[in-house]
Nanobody
Framework: QVQLVESGGGLVQAGGSLRLSCAAS????????MGWFRQAPGKEREFVSR????????YYADSVKGRFTIYRDNAKKSVYLQMNSLKPEDTAVYFC?????????????????WGQGTQVTVSS
């Protein structure tokens, strides 16, 4: 069982930046690909970004490409999401998730473990 805990959310003005962190309990953290998803009120959970086990491959939703950066530190059992040039439409609860497989998944149903989420609110 992998426990994931997100942090770093908050309230920021449009154009600002936030860095989300996700800390894992699992000592074999490096054997999981990691993803970030978000869910706005009344909307489905959507893919934001994914990073491979080694960190060598990253993937982004078109809506965040060029503004968000995902990276990981396997020694610290953590994955991060640096969010720049934030927009009001980025407002959502952000979740990190762990995937035991190497197949690049953008559907939330493919991920095995989830954190509790952290709220990001971008004001206009």
């Amino acid at each position: 069982q992998v426990q994931l805990v997100e942090s770093g959310g908050g309230l920021v003005q449009a154009g600002g930046s936030l860095r989300l962190s996700c800390a894992a309990s699992e000592r074999t953290f490096g054997s999981y690909a990691m993803g970030w998803f978000r869910q706005a009120p009344g909307k489905e959970r959507e893919f934001v970004s994914r990073i491979s086990r080694s960190g060598g491959s990253t993937y982004y939703a078109d809506s965040v490409k060029g503004r968000f950066t995902i990276y990981r530190d396997n020694a610290k059992k953590s994955v991060y999401l640096q969010m720049n040039s934030l927009k009001p439409e980025d407002t959502a609860v952000y979740f990190c998730a762990a995937d035991r497989t190497v197949t690049v998944h953008t559907s939330p149903v493919a991920y095995d473990y989830w954190g509790q989420g952290t709220q990001v609110t971008v004001s206009s």
